[in-house]
Nanobody, 122 residues
Framework: QVQLVESGGGLVQAGGSLRLSCAAS????????MGWFRQAPGKEREFVAA????????WYAGSVKGRFTISRDNAKNTMYLQMTSLKPEDTAVYYC???????????????WGQGTQVTVSS
């Protein structure tokens, strides 16, 4: 069992930065691929970024590539999402997710966090 708790969301002006954190419980955290997804009002949940358990591979949605950086610290059971050059269209609830293995997709995620709101004002 893995429990995920996000933090770090808030209100920021366009062009600003935020750092999200996802704290995980469970001794097998390091064996899960971890990811961030987001859901804006009236839209489907979409993939943002992911990192494999070894942190050697990361991948991003095209809309955030070059602006967001995902990382993890297995010793602290924590994953991060550094968001820079934020745009109003980045406004959404951001969810932390974990999937056993080397991939992650919204339809196969094993565990979800409760979400944290990110609002970017223009």
């Amino acid at each position: 069992q893995v429990q995920l708790v996000e933090s770090g969301g808030g209100l920021v002006q366009a062009g600003g930065s935020l750092r999200l954190s996802c704290a995980a419980s469970g001794r097998t955290f390091s064996r899960y691929t971890m990811g961030w997804f987001r859901q804006a009002p009236g839209k489907e949940r979409e993939f943002v970024a992911a990192v494999t358990w070894s942190a050697t591979t990361t991948w991003y949605a095209g809309s955030v590539k070059g602006r967001f950086t995902i990382s993890r610290d297995n010793a602290k059971n924590t994953m991060y999402l550094q968001m820079t050059s934020l745009k109003p269209e980045d406004t959404a609830v951001y969810y932390c997710a974990a999937e056993w293995g080397v991939k992650i997709a919204s339809t196969t995620v094993d565990y979800w966090g409760q979400g944290t709101q990110v609002t970017v004002s223009s």
